[in-house]
Structure formats: C-alpha cells, structure tokens
C-alpha cells in the first residue's frame, strides 16, 4: 500500500526539516523563519514527487457539455416586462442602450417618415 501524499509520515517530515535546513543555510541562517523554510521546503518536495502533476489533462474539461447557466444575448432585454401593444407606462423608453446600427436605422426610418 503506497503513502498517501496528504497524510504527514515520520520519513515525509524528516525529509520536509532536512531540505528546510538546507534552505535555511543557504540564506545565510536568519533568525524567527522557520514555518517559510518548512512551508518552502514542503512545497519543493511535492514538486520532486510529482513533477507531472501540473501536466495532467484537466478533469473539468473532459470534452462533456455539462448544461450551465444560458447567457442571452443583451437585445432579449428589449422587451423584458413589456406587453407590446398593451397599456402600460413601461415601453416609453428603451431598457437597453441602442447599437451603432440600430441607431441608424431608427434615423434613416425618421427621416422617411417625415419626407413622405
């Protein structure tokens, strides 16, 4: 049965304070660091003991589409709460801003309107 790799064992730890040692050492012994060098050390250590860890493909994207939420497209909020043709005091005024080309149109069917 292999260790598991979340469970601290006596010969994890003791790896773990021989490198923070070494670390410790080569940055010339500063005094009151020790959890940064063991928490370094336990960081590079899980880094020698599974160097393909990060290479793994990605569970999450396992090519399945998975239903989430529906994003709909901003000009759905034309008519949200409106009953067209009905009367409400909803509907006096845009809800969404207009696009480049919608406020062409709308000048090009005023103008028109008001020639004819």
């Known amino acids: 049965m292999t260790a598991s790799p979340l469970e601290d064992s006596p ?5 773990v304070r021989r490198r923070a040692h070494h670390l410790w050492q080569a940055d010339g012994s500063p005094e009151g660091r020790e959890a940064e060098y063991l928490e370094n050390a336990r960081e590079l250590i899980a880094i020698e003991d599974s160097p393909g860890a990060g290479q793994l493909p ?4 396992d090519g399945s589409t998975e ?3 529906v994003i709909e497209e901003a000009s759905i ?3 949200y ?3 067209p043709g009905r009367l409400v005091d909803q509907g006096d005024r845009r809800q969404t801003p ?7 149109e709308e ?8 020639s004819s």
Not at 58 to 61: C, I, L, V
Not at 98 to 104: A, D, G, K, N, V
Not at 109 to 114: A, I, K, L, Q, R
Request: hydrophobic share 20%.
């Open 98 to 104: 207009m696009t480049r080309e919608q406020l062409h």
């Open 77 to 79: 909020q034309d008519n």
């Open 81 to 83: 709460g409106e009953i």
């Open 67 to 69: 239903p989430g939420p």
């Open 58 to 61: 990605n569970p999450m994207a």
């Open 11 to 15: 010969q994890l730890e003791a790896r």
């Open 107 to 114: 000048s090009r069917e005023e103008s028109t309107e008001e």
